[in-house]
């Protein structure tokens, strides 16, 4: 079964500090997703991207937050400077298509702890 | 931003009751997941409905599309241990990418 994975399971960063978490989708897939969870909470939408460029964002989403797509296989979420309200699961997401027409596959999630 | 309301919030069952958790939305939705959160996990898909009125099996697990397009409810059936999680209902709305989830339901099953 295609998985999407992500890299790495946990990181613990000083506030302020860059991060860099990391995605492999499912490679015949064309939309990838970011998601966050906070601790007990629902997961929420961050941002979705396609083409290459960010086709939606939340209101989550702000400057601090991009997206890219380095190369053909990995997608990349960056949190430029972390607050302590950054500590979350950060899950990405692919699908084959718009509309989710097979729903979204999540990756096992990436615990952030901003400290 | 839209909402999702899903209740109930946790259920205490007995090992092979039945299950039943719904959603709902003030707003229209497109499409309506159902997915499962075991600890340390990412969401996994359990059915997806894509019309309204649709209603959907997977083994022992049924869910609906409302015919508003405005809620949607699963039911499990004679429960067993493995299906103890987080159940997650999702909405995805016209026109958009991402999907608004619900609380989740965490259902725990007693032996």
């Known amino acids: 079964e295609p998985e999407v994975t992500q890299t790495p399971s946990h990181q613990v960063t000083q506030m302020g500090q860059e991060v860099i978490l990391r995605c492999v989708p499912i490679?015949?897939?064309?939309?990838f997703y970011w998601y966050r969870q906070i601790l007990g909470q629902k997961v929420e939408f961050l941002v979705s991207?396609?083409?290459?460029?960010?086709?939606?964002k939340s209101e989550i989403f702000d400057d601090q937050f991009s997206v890219e797509r380095p190369d053909g296989s990995n997608f990349t979420l960056k949190i430029r400077s972390t607050k302590l309200e950054d500590s979350a699961m950060y899950f990405c997401?692919?699908?084959?298509?718009?509309?989710?027409?097979?729903?979204?596959?999540f990756g096992s999630g990436t615990r952030l702890t901003v400290v | 931003g839209q909402q999702l309301n899903q209740s109930p919030q946790s259920m205490f069952i007995q090992e092979g009751e039945d299950v039943s958790m719904n959603c709902t939305s003030s707003?229209?939705?497109?499409?309506w997941l159902w997915y499962k959160q075991d600890p340390g996990e990412g969401p996994v898909l359990l059915i997806a409905?894509?019309?309204?009125?649709e209603l959907t099996s997977n083994g022992r697990l049924t869910a609906q599309f409302g015919i508003t397009r405005k809620d949607s409810f699963l039911n499990i059936s004679a429960s067993i241990p493995s299906d103890v999680g987080i159940y997650f209902c999702?909405?995805?709305?016209?026109?958009?990418?991402?999907?608004?989830f619900g609380k989740g339901t965490h259902l725990i099953i007693q032996p």
């Open positions: 997401a692919s699908s084959e298509a718009w509309t989710g027409v097979y729903g979204y596959t």
């Open positions: 490679s015949n897939h064309l939309y």
């Open positions: 991207f396609y083409n290459n460029e960010i086709s939606e």
């Open positions: 707003s229209i939705f497109n499409t």
């Open positions: 409905l894509y019309k309204a009125g």
């Open positions: 999702a909405g995805q709305a016209v026109g958009a990418d991402g999907l608004t």
